[in-house]
């Protein structure tokens, strides 16, 4: 539970934003700036039963503690790795009777490590969770009945015989989570398992256009460089997706993180005018009532696909997407934020259902727009361009595929290094792409029948670590 390799950075005087984190030497695209260990974190509530909560994989059939019988692990070794985290875990939802939500069990396991450790986990540790802001000041009566709720909640588990722990320490530790939780991914980064807290992640701030990135890696958090970074330069990240315009990110930032964004993209209202984009046919723009009224259309749509996809009616969902577009194409320029939404919707959901051609065709007019609108080495950029190559796979196109994997797998070669899960998984699926476009050239009848043979011997595979219904090509 150490943070790594520290010497690129140090804690400076960030002006209106607190401390921050700068480099002390130039750093290359990809390069990791620091690893960290979570201080402590846990599974989420809905995932409790599917993830591992020592390493965070997802498993199909996990070994449970028959003692709390409320922890699943990969197998015994996992279990015992997590053992002297979940030894008071344990012994205190027994004597509950069952978990409380993943709040509390973090703020709990937080508590138990500082009795352990003091709050300092190591000396490569730059600050410790009592100099973390927890916004408690700056919260809602909402935001701060329900942070009481779980403060009672925390008292009811908290073992009696404990030392006791003040309520003001309890809830600014509520607090620092709220503010400073950071979200685990799976073993493939797919999919959100958890939540964790990292002390040095935390000096990080934020910048809607960022110059480093946050992946897990091997049960670690790495920070990476998304481009050169100069010395002195100070380390960003950015807390809400870039898909939103200015004053959206800005309104989400303000009631999640308590602060005001002034960077350059929100000031300037950078890439706004591309994500609210309109059809300009020879010069005529549509008229403000008719875009007020695909507008309004969309969203209505947006929250019945929602609907329908929740309960699982997968035709429906492409029956409403199907009739957004058709209302959203003669009016919605190709970045238009309304646009990409409902795209990627209909590509996700028609490769679920096996229709690939017209699947990809919409995975590719989303991934054009999402490469005007985000950072050239954005990992939610690299992860959509490796769906629609995936997706051309499957359709039979060949060269379009293995041109999408490559260029997928340049950009998490920055984002998420060589050695991570998905970009071995993309490095298998480019030469797997290669070899066979070198088929397709020499011989597409050849190639064709083969196709044809192997979807008929093998229509379902997994695509990234994540099993969906699906065509095989290879």
Known sequence: ????????????????????????????????????????????????????HSCFRRQPNPHRCAQCKFAHYCDRTCQRAA????????SAIRKLGKAPNENVRLAARIMWRIRKDTGLVSDSQLTTLDLL??????????????????????YNYWPKKRRAVGEDYVAHIFGVINCNGFTLSDQRGLQAVGVGLFPNLCLVNHDCWPNCTVILNHGR??????????????????YVDFLNVSKDR??????????????????NGIKDDLMTAVRDTDGQKPSAEALKEATEFSLQALVKIEEARLGGN???????????????????????????????????????????????????????????????????LGMAIMRAGVTHWHAGLIEAAHGLICRAYAILLITHGAHHAITK?????????????????ENEL????????????????????????????S
Not at 83 to 90: G, R, S, T
Not at 446 to 473: C, D
């Open 1 to 52: 539970m150490t943070v790594e390799n520290m010497d690129p950075v140090e804690v400076f005087a960030a002006g209106e934003k607190g401390r921050g984190l700068r480099v002390t030497k130039q750093l290359s695209a990809g390069e990791v700036v620091f690893a960290e260990a979570s201080f402590a974190a846990v599974v989420f509530d809905s995932l409790s039963l599917q993830v591992c």
């Open 83 to 90: 053992w002297d985290e979940h030894k008071h875990e344990c």
């Open 133 to 154: 802001e927890d916004h408690l000041t700056k919260m809602s009566p909402d935001d701060l009945k329900e942070l009481k709720v779980d403060v009672q909640h925390f």
């Open 221 to 238: 958090i790495e920070l990476r460089a998304l481009g050169s970074i100069s010395e002195g330069e100070e380390l960003t990240v950015s």
């Open 250 to 267: 800005q309104r989400m930032l303000k009631q999640q993180y308590y602060f005001d964004c002034k960077c350059e993209h929100c000031t």
């Open 314 to 380: 997968f035709h429906e969902v492409v029956k409403l997407c199907r009739e957004c577009l058709q209302k959203q194409d003669p009016l919605f320029g190709d970045t238009n934020l309304y646009l990409l939404r409902v795209l990627s919707i209909a590509s996700e959901t028609l490769s679920f259902l096996q229709q690939f051609p017209e699947a990809a065709g919409h995975a590719q007019r989303a991934v054009e727009g999402y490469a005007k609108l985000y950072h050239p080495n954005n990992a939610q």
């Open 425 to 441: 998984d993309l490095e298998a699926m480019r030469t797997q792409t290669e070899m066979e476009l070198r088929l397709f050239k």
């Open 446 to 473: 050849v190639y064709q029948n083969m196709r044809e043979a192997v979807l008929s011997s093998n229509p379902m595979m997994s695509v990234a670590g994540e099993q969906v219904q699906i065509k095989a090509t």
